[in-house]
């Protein structure tokens, strides 16, 4: 938990960014009957019944810092899908950067592991050069700003049906875009000092 939030505390580097990522399933939704239209009178309207076309899962990237995020929607989370998704980040949006500090979560697909079941290995090896993964401890997600980003999508993007794969991936582009373009940094306050007041019980005790 500490060193989540030291790593948050630490000064701005360009060449070194510091990256949040999470990851999100969510349901493809699609309606049984044709909705009708908002009115003058009414609002628009939808059947409450609803047919499922699978589903999908939401990779999110944050710099906290720079207050810019990016997101992606894939079929699955294997960790074949993390890695490309990782190695994206590292080649097309931060292709300068020396190293990046990436803080997420501890699923099993989020190893150095899978990018060697992704890529062969000269090529996986390069990307693991580049790359500093800090997990969050177990049940301390919340630790992680990316979760804030997935809440304020989920709240502002996913509250709505999207029966296909390339639609809520152009829903949440434009959302990206939007919140790129309108939104400030994220201001961190929680820091280690607090932890060993306010979460003095998950100390060990002396």
């Known amino acids: 938990m500490e060193d989540v939030l030291d790593l948050y505390h630490r000064p701005y580097d360009p060449e070194i960014p510091l990256i949040c990522m999470d990851e999100k399933p969510v349901q493809l939704l699609g309606n049984s009957r044709e909705s009708l239209p908002a009115t003058p009178n009414h609002p628009s309207r ?18 906290p810092l720079k207050g810019w995020r990016k997101v992606n929607a894939r079929k699955q989370r294997k960790k074949e899908d993390w890695a490309h998704e990782v190695r ?24 150095i592991g899978a990018f060697y079941v992704a890529f062969p290995p000269a090529e996986a090896a390069r990307l693991v050069k580049r790359l500093e993964i800090h997990h969050t401890p177990k049940h301390g997600s919340w630790l992680n700003i990316a979760e804030i980003e997935l809440s304020a999508l989920s709240r502002q993007c996913l509250d709505r049906r999207l029966d296909n794969l390339t639609l809520l991936v152009e829903e949440i582009k434009k959302w990206e875009t939007s919140r790129n373009n309108n939104q400030k940094p994220v201001n961190w306050q929680f820091t280690s000092e607090n932890a060993r007041t306010k979460l003095k019980r998950l100390y060990p005790q002396f």
């Open 46 to 63: 939808y059947d409450y019944e609803y047919t499922r076309n699978g589903t999908a899962c939401i990779f999110l990237f944050n710099e």
């Open 88 to 111: 994206e980040l590292l080649d097309t949006d931060y292709p300068n950067a020396k190293k990046i500090i990436l803080v997420c979560d501890n699923l099993n697909t989020h190893t």
